[in-house]
């Protein structure tokens, strides 16, 4: 029985709106038919490298964009319309996000009325302490400031202002940098029992490898849209993979020798026509100059026309 789709994004568009050579007003679609989807038990890794459009990706889902980006494309919570009106009655309740930095805790605030969201009820409290207990956090931690705590800790304490609202679905935008392997790992390691205990759980990172030992499925970002979504099982041989491009990425990851993949991704105002990853692809032909479907292949999604 397939499980129940928490999240569901099609064809979503971000475009900036700038000023460029004094008053003259330019758009940049800095994302472009992103697709991605996110069931309920199961931990969704997004990668792909900087300026791809990952962590775009979450602000657009919680609907925390700046003002001067326009959004389009449909967004889909438990199978309704996510509108500005609904999310802004989810967020922070039922849609949680863990944020890239641990800046985003108030350092003039102790941890434990932060995770708490000011409750002071014994209901409150005891749930607090169960959060401290499965991530290991001692209980004094509830009396300190952010700053007293290692940046592991501060991570910890992230998550456990995210699960205290017990959410259905959580977005981690790049829970990790700036960690050590082992507590990168025991990072993850919290998400997937997140997902274990019933809640939908989309991870953005740039750590493929990372991600690999904790999620279910693979969406590979590039140029600002999906290119491939994969099981996380597919990255167990290069052949199993879809597009040229999650092939170079298996190729350069530190297992397989690092091996560098030519050119760069194009920046925004340069995007190529049709396939964004021509320019660098050997396979490339003149039909990949115009459009390219995102279709299902072997058990996955791709967007590439010889992919088989």
Not at 91 to 100: A, H, N, S, T, Y
Not at 180 to 209: P, S
Request: proline residues 5%; positive net charge; aromatic residues 6%.
């Amino acid at each position: 029985m397939e499980k129940e789709t928490v999240l569901k994004i099609e064809h979503m568009n971000i475009v900036f709106t700038q000023y460029d050579r004094g008053m003259h007003q330019t758009e940049l679609p800095v994302i472009r038919n992103l697709d991605v989807e996110v069931r309920r038990g199961e931990v969704v890794a997004v990668v792909g490298s900087s300026g791809s459009g990952k962590s775009l990706l979450a602000h657009g889902a919680m609907g925390v964009l700046p003002y001067n980006a326009r959004m389009g494309g449909d967004i889909q919570y438990l199978g309704e319309k996510l509108t500005k009106e609904r999310i802004e009655k989810l967020r922070g309740k039922e849609i949680v996000m863990v944020p890239q930095s641990i800046s985003s805790l108030n350092p003039l605030m102790k941890i434990g009325p932060q995770i708490r969201k000011g409750k002071k009820d014994p209901a409150s409290q005891e749930k607090l302490k169960a959060i401290f207990r499965r991530y290991d956090l001692e209980e004094k931690t509830e009396e300190l400031y952010p700053f007293e705590l290692s940046g592991g800790m501060n991570r910890r304490v992230l998550i456990s202002t995210a699960v205290m609202e017990e959410p259905r679905l959580v977005i981690a935008d790049e829970p990790t940098p700036g960690l050590d392997k082992k507590t990168a790992k025991r990072a993850m390691e919290h998400f997937r029992n997140l997902a274990d205990m019933g809640a939908a759980v989309l991870v953005i990172t740039h750590d493929l490898e990372l991600a690999l030992e904790t999620v279910d499925r693979i969406a590979v970002f590039y140029g600002g849209t999906t290119i491939e979504e994969a099981r996380a099982e597919d990255f167990q041989r290069e052949e199993n993979l879809r597009h040229p491009y999650t092939k170079a990425l298996w190729r350069a990851m530190p297992r397989h020798g690092f091996q560098y993949i030519e050119g760069s991704q194009p920046y925004v105002k340069n995007l190529p026509k049709g396939c964004i990853f021509s320019p660098r692809c050997s396979q490339c032909q003149e039909a990949c100059r115009g459009e390219i479907p995102y279709r299902e292949v072997r058990g996955g999604k791709v967007r590439c026309l010889y992919a088989q």
